[in-house]
């Protein structure tokens, strides 16, 4: 009974024994993944990343990449749609027909036809300058017409119903001022006539008149050089070289001066003055006396 009692109480004893033993492994096992990590000691390898599924934007079974951006570029911003812009509408008076800068024989026409009516005041030149831009805004202004300055198809077509075909001697008349007496010397031989007090140049033969037109002179500190002189270099297309100009048609004949077009004279007439040449506003007048003279032929400016 004794001896039975005391193997009773020795298995007892090792059962609690061996379930303290349990006790503490479990604890310790529990523990484990909690554990801080020194600071000098080396950190545990990341876990594999989880194979990926059919529905991964990557290939099923792979890992799926990150979208690298271009370093070029910027995340997209929202921009709103181009709006069209309206379709202007027609001008109401028309395509433009001419306007400052243009010249030829229908910018002459124009001019003749508001001469006729009393909205220029001088012989058509053929260059649409500022005269020309002024005359057609009267005659715009007079019909309630936009004051545009450009002649239109709509004021074109009132300008043709108002005015007739002119004629020749109203598109090429001699000079809008009077011719004066040819000074003595230009009564021979081939001359261009050229007076400062009437302000024309007459192109004279034998004593006899074969074109006239307006010219303009120089300033009072650029005089144009009076005189006897000849023609001693023509030159078609010639530039200044001093004042960097166009001077077409020139005609040499005292050092730098010249007879030559003038497309500022057509422009803005007596408001104006040369550098001390001859100017002429009548680009088809002076290109007919251009092909007409020769080197040599004689020039004449006087008082």
């Not at 921009?79 to 002459?108: E, H």
């Not at 048609?249 to 057509?266: L, R, T």
């Not at 009548?282 to 003279?293: P, R, T």
Request: proline share 8%; aromatic share 6%.
């Amino acid at each position: 009974m004794g001896s039975t009692t005391a193997s009773t109480s020795r298995n007892a004893k090792r059962a609690r024994a061996g379930a303290a033993v349990l006790a503490v492994l479990t604890v310790a096992a529990a523990t484990a993944g909690c554990k801080a990590q020194a600071a000098d000691s080396t950190p545990a390898a990341p876990s594999a990343p989880p194979r990926a599924t059919a529905t991964d934007d990557g290939k099923p079974g792979a890992p799926p990449s990150s979208p690298t951006a271009s370093p070029s570029s910027t995340p997209p911003t929202a921009t709103a749609s181009p709006t069209a812009s309206p379709t202007p509408k027609p001008d109401p008076q028309g395509t433009t027909l001419m306007a400052s800068g243009s010249q030829g024989k229908q910018v002459r026409e124009l001019q003749a036809r508001l001469r006729q009516i009393g909205h220029f005041d001088r012989s058509p030149t053929g260059y649409y300058g500022t005269v020309t831009v002024a005359a057609v805004q009267s005659f715009q202004g007079k019909r309630g017409l936009t004051r545009t300055g450009e002649a239109d198809t709509l004021t074109w077509q009132k300008l043709l119903g108002m005015t007739h075909e002119p004629t020749a001697a109203e598109l090429n008349p001699p000079t809008t001022r009077p011719v004066t007496k040819p000074d003595k010397r230009c009564m021979t031989g081939r001359v261009l006539c050229i007076s400062k007090n009437s302000r024309t140049l007459s192109w004279m033969i034998d004593g006899r008149v074969v074109s006239s037109m307006d010219v303009r002179f120089g300033s009072q500190y650029t005089p144009t050089r009076e005189g006897t002189f000849s023609v001693y270099w023509k030159s078609r297309h010639h530039v200044s070289s001093i004042y960097h100009t166009a001077m077409p048609y020139a005609m040499f004949f005292s050092g730098g001066q010249a007879v030559h077009y003038s497309a500022d004279f057509a422009a803005r007439g007596y408001n104006g003055a040369s550098h001390g040449c001859v100017n002429v506003r009548d680009e088809g007048k002076i290109a007919s006396l251009f092909a007409q003279v020769k080197n040599g032929d004689k020039v004449v400016v006087y008082g």
